[in-house]
C-alpha cells in the first residue's frame, strides 16, 4: 500500500537531499527542523503554505491547490521523497505524485485513513474491537442507528472532522434531523457514522514507526486527556494504576498490527480507549506524527518526527529509549500569552509553533515536562 512493497528497501537518502512535504502545519514544522539536524531540506506544498509553520523553517515552499497536476508534477521533480503531516491530502493527489517520486505514506494508507468508514471496516477485519457503529446518511439512519447501538451515541462526519469537529452527541430524547444537519448532513459530499458511546477508563495512544523493510518501533503508550474535544495534556508513559503492563503490551500489539497491515512507511498513531477491566478498543488513528508524540521531542534518544524521517530516507530507525518521563501540555489559543512564564519555569521545554493570531481551538504551541523515570 505504499511507493514500495515490503520488504524492498527505500534509497538510502544522502545528507544534503530534499524532503517534499505536504502540508504546512506544526507537525510539518517540527519535521523540517528534525530533518535539518541530520543534513536534509525540506520543500513544503500545501495551498496554504506561505509564511505557514512549516515553510517558515523550510528550504522552499510551493503554494498551490492540491488539484494542480503541473504543480505537483514540478514539486515532485524538485525533491528526492515526499511525505506528509496532514492524512487528507486528496488521494488523487498522492496518486500522481507518485508517478514521479517515492511517497510515504502511499495512496491506499490514506485513503483508509482518512475516512472513518473504511478506518473502522479495516481495523474490524484485523479482529481489532472498536465501538460499535453503523454508517449514517440521512436523519433516519442516525435515528435507526442510535435505536441499534444506544442510548447513548455520537454521530461524525466520516471526513475532515478533528479536534471535536463535526461531531454531536445523541441519546433517546435527541433529534436526529438536528445532529444530521449539524454536521453538515445533505450537503455534497458530506457522509456520517454513528459510533456507540464508550464508557472508558482513559483514552491512550501509541505511536509506531515502520521502515520500508518491515522493521518496527514503538513508543509506550500514553494517556491523553481532552479538553472541549482538543487534547489537553498527555502523560508519558500512561501511569500503571490506569493501564497495566498488560494492557499496554495489548495496545503496543494493536499498533503494531495494524501498521504491518497497512504496509506503512513511516509513523502511525492508533488512540485508543482503555475500558474498566483493562480492554481496548480503537478510536481512531493517523499514518503521521500526532500530538500526544510531541513529548518525545525532549524526553527520547529519537523524537517522533525524527522517526517519520529515517522512515521515509531509507535510514535505520531510531532508538525509541525513554530518557524520562513527561508531561506534554497543549498551549491552545491565548495560552500561548504565558510563554514568558514558562521559559522561566525550570525544566519546562517550550516550543512555539510560529503562528502569528492566538484563536479559541487554535494549536499555538505546547510544553513539555520531564520527571525522573518511574
Known amino acids: 500500500m505504499t511507493g514500495k512493497p515490503t520488504g524492498a528497501p527505500l534509497p538510502r537518502l544522502a545528507p544534503g537531499s530534499t524532503i517534499g512535504m505536504l502540508g504546512a502545519g506544526q507537525l510539518g514544522r517540527m519535521t523540517a527542523l528534525a530533518a535539518a539536524r541530520l543534513g536534509y531540506k525540506t520543500h513544503v506544498y500545501a495551498p496554504d503554505a506561505a509564511d505557514s509553520p512549516a515553510a517558515q523553517v523550510s528550504a522552499a515552499a510551493t503554494v498551490a491547490d492540491w488539484d494542480d497536476l503541473e504543480a505537483l508534477e ?7 521523497v515526499v511525505t506528509l503531516e496532514w492524512e487528507n491530502v486528496p488521494v488523487a493527489t498522492a496518486e500522481h505524485l507518485r508517478r514521479f517520486t517515492n511517497l510515504n505514506p502511499g495512496p491506499n494508507v490514506l485513503s483508509v485513513a482518512q475516512d472513518r468508514i473504511a478506518e473502522k471496516s479495516f481495523v474490524n477485519t484485523l479482529g481489532i474491537a472498536t465501538a460499535p457503529w453503523r454508517a449514517a446518511n440521512s436523519a433516519e ?6 435505536a441499534e447501538i444506544g442510548p447513548r451515541c455520537v454521530l461524525k462526519s466520516t471526513r475532515l472532522g478533528y479536534d471535536g469537529k463535526g461531531q454531536a452527541r445523541l441519546d433517546s430524547g435527541s433529534d436526529p434531523a438536528a ?10 459530499g458530506v457522509e456520517g457514522i454513528v459510533e456507540g458511546f464508550v464508557t472508558f477508563a482513559c483514552e491512550v495512544s501509541v505511536i509506531v514507526a515502520r521502515g520500508a523493510d518491515g522493521t518496527m518501533v514503538a513508543y509506550p503508550a ?4 481532552h479538553k472541549d474535544g482538543i487534547l489537553d495534556v498527555t502523560i508519558a508513559p500512561a501511569a500503571a494504576d490506569k493501564v497495566s503492563d498488560r494492557t499496554a503490551a495489548e495496545a503496543d500489539r494493536i499498533a503494531r498490527c495494524i501498521a504491518e497491515a497497512l504496509d506503512l512507511v513511516g509513523v502511525l498513531a492508533v488512540e485508543m480507549f482503555v475500558t474498566d477491566d483493562g480492554s481496548v478498543l480503537v478510536n481512531e488513528m493517523a499514518p503521521r506524527p500526532h500530538n500526544s508524540g510531541h513529548w518525545t521531542m525532549d524526553a527520547c534518544a529519537t523524537c517522533q518526527f525524527e522517526q517519520l524521517v529515517r522512515a521515509v530516507c531509507g535510514l535505520p530507525l531510531g532508538s525509541v529509549e525513554r530518557v524520562a518521563d513527561a508531561e506534554m501540555t497543549n498551549l491552545i489559543g491565548d495560552d500561548v500569552l504565558r510563554w514568558p512564564d514558562l521559559l522561566a519555569e525550570p ?21 513539555n515536562r520531564l520527571f525522573a523515570r518511574r
Not at 439512519?141 to 442510535?146: D, I, K, L, N
Open 74 to 80: 514540478r514539486f515532485a521533480r524538485s525533491v528526492d
Open 347 to 367: 525544566g519546562a521545554r517550550l516550543h512555539l509553533y510560529g503562528k502569528a493570531e492566538a484563536r479559541p481551538g487554535r494549536k499555538m504551541g505546547h510544553v
Open 222 to 225: 500514553v494517556e491523553n486527556r
Open 179 to 188: 445532529a444530521w444537519a449539524g454536521i453538515g448532513g445533505g450537503k455534497p
Open 141 to 146: 439512519e442516525v435515528a435507526r442507528a442510535v
